[in-house]
């Protein structure tokens, strides 16, 4: 929106309105129970982290607002006026299913690291491909989510490894996949059409099966933070794996 967030809550004066980020310019209007974001379009100050910038400017300018974003099919916005807003070809690399950072990919990924893992998981759970140069400019600078959350690595991390282009993925980006999950980088999958049909619990306690075992997959579950039901699952899972030998696909 080209409202700034004051505008936005005198907009909604009969409805209750929830100042869900303001510093970022984000307000929640609850509409029939349903919450909306309302977010004022905005430029972003300088990047120190490789996370979050140091602040915001708010703009009236939609194409302010779309420059700043991470990929390209992330970057399109529409009202009944204007019609399509496509600064950067979004549409099109939507059609071709491709991931492609808006402008230069080492710029988008330096500024937040989180991004890296983003556009695998995109790929992932959407099938699509990582466009060569960002794909290219994502290998170079994984070593930089280091400096994401554990929280916001799980987050992301189970949705990779539980979409449907999951096999392929793991396959193709090992060396971006590892930089959170070292053991993907020696783990030998089983075929494509096993690994397709388990479920993302399974499909993570297979690839430590195959590794470090048991005392990885708790190391590498307390460094991502789960909580102690998911982890107890994830022990259960792996020791049925690796307590039998020679399973047939069925069985796993």
Known sequence: SG?????????????????????????????????????????????KDSRRPESVTFSNNVEDDLSRRDFTVNAMAYN??????????????????????????????????????????????????????????????????????????????????????AYRILEESRDIISAFLPEIADAELPKSETFSSLSYEERQALIFAVTSGEVGFLAFSSALKFDNKTKSRGVDILRALTLKDGMTDSEI
Do not use: W
């Open 80 to 165: 009944e006026r204007r019609g399509l807003v496509d600064l950067f070809g979004g549409k099109d690399d939507l059609e071709r299913k491709i991931i492609r950072c808006v402008g230069d990919p080492e710029k988008r990924f330096s500024e937040d690291a989180l991004r890296v893992l983003r556009a695998v998981r995109f790929a992932s759970v959407l099938d699509f491909k990582v466009e060569k140069e960002t794909k290219a400019a994502a290998e170079s600078l994984c070593r930089n989510l280091s400096s994401v959350s554990a929280e916001r690595i799980f987050v992301e991390g189970k949705k990779l490894l539980g979409g449907k282009a």
């Open 3 to 47: 409202a700034t967030p004051d505008q936005v809550i005198s907009l909604f004066p009969d409805m209750h309105v929830i100042p869900t980020g303001l510093k970022h310019g984000t307000v929640t209007v609850v509409s029939g129970g349903d919450p909306i974001e309302i977010t004022t379009f905005r430029t972003d100050g300088e990047y």
